[in-house]
């Protein structure tokens, strides 16, 4: 078993450790002996299609463990299975590696155990019974080689496109995304939102221009008021505003009332208008969450506005977002896909007069464009988005509510996870 250990000082909340796991549920987290509580696990990614999902983290308590207190951090993989490959169904390399990296690190804590009872009883080694006991470790061990083995050949062979390529795969599934840029790192912990640092965040600075700004420092946000407020980062300052999410607007016409976020869609910049309804305060940045203050503290995260977001009636799609468009099939019935990805940002805002809901496309050329929900539908036979026999060729980003344009109940798609033909939640 892989494990770390600390002795708490009073002052310390956070515990590193640095071997990987799969899931929270993996990290056993104890206290002088006892199941430790109040505290929560906040993995280090491995990247999107990582075959182990988290490379370490970190424990982070609520209270700090004081200075008589020992702290042990240890990983316990069920010895279970973790997919289900049905007899004609196609293996994908990437389940199939996560798959075979978690037997591994099963073994390897199997091993780990092996190797502590052997020392911890090698004085009576020269009994039989004994004997025969580490002489069927050893055939264990030599297993664990051999499927270790097994699978570096079975990596060899994807890397040499024996047994399927990407854009094989990508012949298997349509109508996704297969790349959404994470670059805004947002983290509750008791009540206190943190913007991280190295987010990066989109300011408008006129017609067509949208400038990048990198958030340099941990930026922390507390509030008491009750309600839902979509934040913003102020432009050229490493600080933060935010209002509540009924005084955020968009569009060519300057809503005249002070506490108000207006996105000018004309001019392409964003105003925040405090005691003075017309002149504003400062220039922002898109929004970047929408967060809940309840009780008296925030509460929950809504949204994090990365690759795609809204305020008012404007949605907004970020630069990086690989999407897969539909396009038809091939003869023998293979999938084609229009590859999408976005390199600026791109915009959309919604008439005024439009009030029912709305889905919103990425086309293939990157802009948004937006249709009533239950008019463009996907044909699963054809591989196609269509109206009768109109062809529509996209893929579905987002969908929302709309009153007189303005965004509600946003639904955001996530990155490629094999859902179902026509799933648009």
């Not at 002996?33 to 490379?55: H, K, R, V």
């Not at 973790?82 to 390399?93: F, G, N, R, S, T």
């Not at 969450?289 to 309840?294: D, E, L």
């Not at 802009?367 to 239950?374: G, H, K, P």
């Amino acid at each position: 078993m892989q494990k770390v250990s600390y002795m708490g000082n009073g002052e310390t909340t956070e515990f590193a450790f640095n071997f990987p796991y799969f899931e929270n549920t993996d990290i056993i987290v104890t206290k002088n002996g006892a199941p430790a509580t109040e505290y929560n696990i906040i993995g280090t990614s491995a990247g999107l299609d990582a075959d182990i999902p988290y490379t370490g983290g970190k424990v982070v308590f609520d209270t700090a463990p004081t200075a008589l207190d020992s702290i042990t951090i240890a990983r316990s993989l069920p010895l279970t299975r973790i997919v289900d490959y049905q007899p004609l169904e196609k293996i994908a390399p990437t389940t199939l590696n996560q798959d075979m990296n978690y037997m591994m690190e099963v073994l390897k804590d199997l091993q780990d155990e092996l190797n502590a009872f052997q020392t911890q009883y090698s004085e009576i080694t020269d009994k039989e019974s004994t004997t025969t006991l580490l002489a069927r470790i050893s055939a264990i061990h030599d297993e664990i080689v051999a499927v270790k083995q097994a699978i570096t050949d079975f990596n060899e062979e994807i890397a040499k496109g024996y047994i399927m390529t990407k854009n094989d795969f990508c012949s298997y599934i349509t109508n996704c995304f297969t790349k959404i840029p994470q670059t805004i790192n947002i983290e509750l912990n008791n009540g206190t939102l943190s913007l991280k640092k190295n987010s990066k965040v989109y300011v408008p600075n006129g017609v067509g221009i949208f400038d990048e700004q990198i958030i340099t420092n941990d930026i922390n946000i507390t509030e008491t008021n009750n309600g839902q407020y979509m934040l913003f980062v102020k432009a050229s300052q490493v600080s933060v505003d935010f209002i509540s999410i009924s005084n955020t607007v968009s569009g060519s016409t300057a809503p005249g009332t002070i506490y108000t976020v207006w996105y000018d869609t004309t001019n392409n910049t964003i105003k925040l208008f405090l005691d003075n309804p017309t002149t504003p305060a400062r220039t922002e940045s898109l929004p970047v969450a929408i967060f809940t203050v309840s009780n008296g503290s925030i509460s929950s995260i809504d949204y994090v506005f990365n690759g795609f977001g809204y305020i008012g009636s404007t949605v907004f799609a970020l630069p990086g977002i690989t999407a897969l468009i539909p396009n038809g099939k091939d003869p023998d019935g293979r999938l084609n896909n229009t590859i999408v990805t976005t390199d600026t940002v791109k915009t959309l805002t919604n008439p005024s007069n439009i009030s029912s809901n709305l889905l919103y496309v990425i086309k293939p050329d990157g802009t948004i464009e937006n249709s009533l929900t239950n008019y463009w539908l996907y044909n699963a036979s054809k591989n196609l988005w269509m109206h009768n026999n109109d062809i529509f060729y996209c893929c579905v980003l987002a969908k929302s509510n709309t009153t007189s344009g303005a965004i509600s109940n946003w639904s955001m798609r996530q990155v490629c996870n094999l859902q179902d033909y026509g799933d648009i939640s």
